[in-house]
């Protein structure tokens, strides 16, 4: 792994700690092929247990697609025992080409951002053990993505949010209201994509009391946008959400603690 930060408990007062993590987590990018394993695994294990994710063509408990060998691969350890506990990766405009595409064009029509492309990278796959779900990691994993972005010069950030449907869709339904209102206040300027197998919507009408996401409340704080409505992701039970952010609108607060100026 090529380490990038450390966090310990003690620089962290206010959360959680797990007993195991005593000794801290280490931040970085995956660099062999054990840690890509340990990372497919991490990702194979909450995605079944959380969203009931289908893998049909998994191996050994592994979440590998095409995309993976493309990808920079950002993962958090504990440093007492090396144990992957969070990951995200980052697919650059120049990989995406060889790659066939960003992941977000499997599920979204996205020529309406083809300007964009030049500097437009993608995250995605965002995975975190679920003892460790106390902010720690995920802006661990968002400081490394917002200083690769930031040393390449990337301006835009491209996504899909994932949404479980095992609610019968009452936090999509959620969601979708946060995102009709967001697109709606952002106007003309917002680029609207549209998904490839669409997710009927229409059908998310339900006033049962619902939040979204942390993940994606954490993208809309930061400055994101949803731009469009929800993909369907049949093997991942989920509503796929896009998201799409612009490092020059992004939250000056939120600039600042990761270093953007």
């Known amino acids: 792994m090529l380490e990038l930060a450390r966090v310990n408990p003690a620089a962290d007062p206010g959360a959680t700690w797990p007993k195991q993590s005593a000794g801290g987590l280490a931040l970085g990018l995956a660099r062999t092929n054990e840690e890509l394993e340990a990372i497919q695994r991490l990702r194979y294990n909450v995605f079944t247990k959380e969203m009931n994710a289908v893998f049909p063509d998994a191996v050994d408990g592994l979440d590998s697609d095409r995309y993976d060998p493309w990808c920079e691969h950002f993962l958090v350890t504990e440093l007492d025992t090396g144990n992957v506990v969070g990951t995200y990766r980052l697919l650059t405009p120049a990989n995406a080409v060889k790659a066939g595409g960003y992941y977000s064009e499997t599920e979204f029509d996205i020529s309406v951002l083809d300007a964009l492309r030049p500097e437009m990278a993608e995250v995605g796959r965002s995975c975190i053990d679920p003892d460790y779900r106390n902010g720690s990691v995920i802006m661990l994993l968002w400081s490394g993505i917002a200083a690769l972005v930031q040393q390449v010069g990337f301006r835009y950030v491209l996504g899909c949010a994932s949404v479980s449907l095992r609610d019968d869709g009452v936090t999509a339904a959620e969601v979708w209201r ?84």
């Open 178 to 261: 946060v995102a009709k209102k967001g697109m709606a206040k952002a106007g003309p300027d917002l680029p609207i994509v549209t998904p490839r197998h669409r997710y009927p919507v229409e059908r998310l009408n339900s006033e049962l009391p619902a939040r979204v996401p942390p993940l994606i409340k954490g993208y809309l704080k930061l400055g994101a946008s949803i731009c469009g409505e929800p993909a369907w992701d049949p093997d991942f039970n989920a509503a796929d959400f896009p998201i799409l952010l612009d490092i020059q609108a992004m939250d000056p607060r939120y600039r600042r603690h990761f270093g953007l100026g």
